[in-house]
Every structure is written in C-alpha cells, then in structure tokens.
C-alpha cells in the first residue's frame, strides 16, 4: 500500500535500508520514516498505522509490570509493542481504549497493511534504527497493575511466525488467552471492561474538599504524636529508601471531583473595594498589594458557604487575607462568622455612606 501524500507514506522508503541508524527521533522525522517527533505510532486521517517506534525494550522476555515491550531470542523478527495510553510517567492508571494510534494499528491488522519500525536499541543513546517492514498480527489482553493494555504482536518474517505460533514462547504468551485480530473484536473485549471502570470510578467519587479534610485527618492521626526527631528521621529514612518505598512514587488517588460555582464578579469587585485591603476577621492588611486594586491582597469569602446553600449576595461576603481565608474553611466556628458578619455590614455602610457624598455627574 503507497499512499501519494508525500508527509505520510505507506510503506518502504526510497534509499532508507534496514539497520540505517538515525541519530535521534527527529532525524528519523526528517527523513521520512517516523513522522512525528513525540508520538511513538502514527496515523494519517484516521487510516491504519504506518509506523512504530519501539523506544523501549525488555530483552528476550515479558517484563510484568509496566511498558512491556520485548522481543524473543529465538524469533528476532517479531515483537511485543504495548499500545498507546492507560499511563503517566510510565505508572498504569487505568485502561487503555481504542484511541486513534491503537485503532490505527488495528486498522493495519484488518488490511494485512506494513508498518515501518524503528527501535531504540540503546538506552542511553536516542539513536533509532530502521529494522524494516513489519505486519500486525493483532493483539493478545494485557493487564498492568490491573489496568488492561494492548499486546501487539508485529512480525517482518511470516517463516519465523509459523514457527513461533508453534513454539513454546507462543504457549507462555497467550498464557491461556487467544489472539484478536480486529476492531470491533476489541470493542467487544473493552465494553465490560469500561463499564466496570465507570461504575468503580463513581463509586470512588470524592469532593476535594472531603478529600483534603481526610488529608488532614489521616496526617494528625499519624504524625502529631511524633516528636520532630522521630518525624525528620522518618522522612529521611523514605527518602534514602526510595528505590523500595511506597512512597518514592505518589499512588493515585480515588477520583477527586471539585464543584465551581458561577460567581457574580461584580460582587466579588465590590466587596474587595469595600474592604479596602483590612482582612474582614483579623483586622490587618493583606500580605502584599494587589495592583489592579492599588489595596492589599485579599480573598473573597462567603459567609454562609454557596455549598451550603448561601448566597452569591455582597451581604453575604467578606474580604479576607489568604490565612483567615484558610483558616475559616478548616477550623470554622460560630465565633469566627460572628466577625466576619460584623466586618461586612462595617464595610458596607461605610461604603454607602461615601456613595451619598459622592458629587453625582451632572445630566448633559
């Protein structure tokens, strides 16, 4: 297959043999192998994939955990390529679906399409080289830290894969499994899993503000009984011991969710004007001048929380610096809201007051 548009070309490239060696993935850009920079499978106008690079290797075997790329000692022609999402920073998150790029190579399975391959053989170098035209010969299920992943399996030699599929490292690879070779097959396998994935996720669905409060609760629980040596030799200890620690690599979390409320700006500029820079609750200026205000920083707050159903009104705000803004979100009180409630009617009538000696433009 040879497509004619000359950014994306289909198979072979003029001039460009196998083991040619480009010095890093921009190269390989340039001359036409690998036409994007940071993606490691293109696609063109939602057709099949055209090329793979395979930026990481586990030599010779399947590697469990994360981005188990490999190939086999015994069939060096064929290879194990993880699909495309599902990860941060290398970590497994959740399941990897029909994107564009896994779709794509799909796509190339369904038309027996060849796919250009460049590999990174050395880790410490970026240099990649071309190792030719390969087939997808589908995926096989794949789960890394309990999230699935696609198992490609590419192969430039059809001997070699008559002979792997008859091999006892093509028994261990299926492991129990059977190969897809087509889209709507993968469909099929990943709706339950999906399904599953949302109904989990909205279970775990938390506010932030619940999940801070927890933070909070989780962290007074542990370490307040600590002394300040106990604390300092602890985290140095996670630390030195990161490379086994479940700390070295924050876990994810449950799903935080965070509800914004459509505010009336013009109450927000308001207040701030009428608080004129002194904190509504400890009566000092805010840490530092807010210049498209010419007063002192301060934060918004609603008396009566809009989560609690108050209202988006100036009577209920007040305008505080950002530590009493923190402050009476995790240690609120009555006596607290008593001030605040003070300091806005202040601020307020002083401010009403000033409007009606405020000389009124004349009508023209």
Known sequence: MQNTNQEHVYGAIPNIKIGHVFT?????HEKGIHKDRTKGIV????????????????????????????R?????DIYIYIGEGGTDDKVHYCH???TAANRGLLLACEQNSDIRVITKEDSRLN????KGLFK??????????????FKFILCSNENSWNEFINSPEYTQLLSGEKIYTSIDQAQKYLKP???????????NVIKAGEYDAKLQVEA??????????????????LKNNSTTSKYKQPSRIKKIIRYEYSRNPAIVTLRLRMSKGICGLCDQPGPFIDPSLGYAFLEVHHIKWLSKQGDDSIENTVGLCPNCHTKVHFCPSSEAEEKMRKSAKRDYDAFVKSLKHTPQPENQ
């Open 72 to 76: 086999f000692a015994n069939y060096p």
């Open 96 to 98: 990897q679906t029909l």
């Open 127 to 130: 240099s990649r080289t071309y």
């Open 24 to 28: 890093d993935r921009a190269e390989a």
């Open 193 to 203: 899993l999906l399904l599953k994935q949302v109904n989990e996720d909205n279970k």
């Open 220 to 237: 007074e629980k542990k370490f307040n009984n600590h002394s300040d040596l106990d604390l300092f030799n602890l985290a140095t200890q």
């Open 43 to 70: 696609t063109y106008q939602g057709g099949p994939a055209y090329s793979v690079d395979i930026s990481a290797f586990d030599p010779n075997t399947q590697k469990k955990g994360k981005y188990a790329n490999c």
């Open 136 to 149: 997808v010969k589908g995926f096989i299920p794949g789960f890394y830290d309990g999230y699935f992943a």
